[in-house]
């Protein structure tokens, strides 16, 4: 199995693709080891010194590690983790553990709209990063967006959000004023 290696824009976070599917149809955010009980593989990976985070994408796994570690040390260790966890046959995911819904937020047509939009222009691009942004809501003007993976901490993630994805919204939909993240 060879997996392969990308670096995203924020440099506590590695991408992994292991050239397989990981979580078709959906992404999943484990932001301690405390969140990983329904992921084996999430579990393996947080068994690693210095890992603090980790996103199951369809096709990819994002691995954030603490300031002080270095990749140089860990990045072998997760490559490790990862083949193993694929040659076992154990499931990315528990039968029973769905994976996180993209919200309940009533679909009007604005909220249609800030939905399309982040799937088909915002998303794509991010995930190229290691990363996801998930709608939470729309309020007031204001659209809440989960970061996910390499997004969460990066140190360009304001500068996505403000400058990239609220002035693509604000274009396209005059009904939004602003976008915050969501902590």
């Not at 994002?62 to 040659?87: C, N, R, Y």
């Not at 039968?95 to 799937?119: C, H, K, N, P």
């Not at 709608?135 to 500068?159: I, N």
């Amino acid at each position: 199995m060879f997996i392969q290696t990308e670096r995203t824009p924020n440099p506590a976070s590695l991408k992994f693709l292991p050239g397989k599917a990981v979580l078709p149809g959906g992404g999943r955010d484990f932001a301690d080891v405390g969140a990983a009980g329904p992921s084996p593989l999430a579990r393996r990976l947080f068994a690693i010194d210095g890992v603090t985070g980790i996103y199951l994408g369809a096709d990819f796994i994002t691995v954030s590690k603490a300031e002080a570690e270095d990749w140089q040390v860990i990045k072998p260790l997760v490559l490790g983790a990862i083949m193993e966890h694929f040659t076992s046959g154990e499931p990315v995911l528990i039968a029973g553990t769905a994976a996180e819904s993209a919200g309940s937020a009533e679909d009007d047509e604005v909220v249609r709209q800030i939905r399309d939009l982040l799937e088909t222009r915002v998303r794509p691009a991010v995930a190229q990063d290691g990363g996801d942004i998930v709608f939470d809501r729309f309020q007031d003007g204001v659209v809440y967006l989960h970061l996910r993976g390499s997004c969460s901490g990066c140190p360009s993630s304001t500068a996505t959000l403000k400058h990239g994805i609220e002035n693509m919204l604000r274009h396209y939909i005059p009904e939004v004023e602003a976008v915050e993240a969501v902590l």
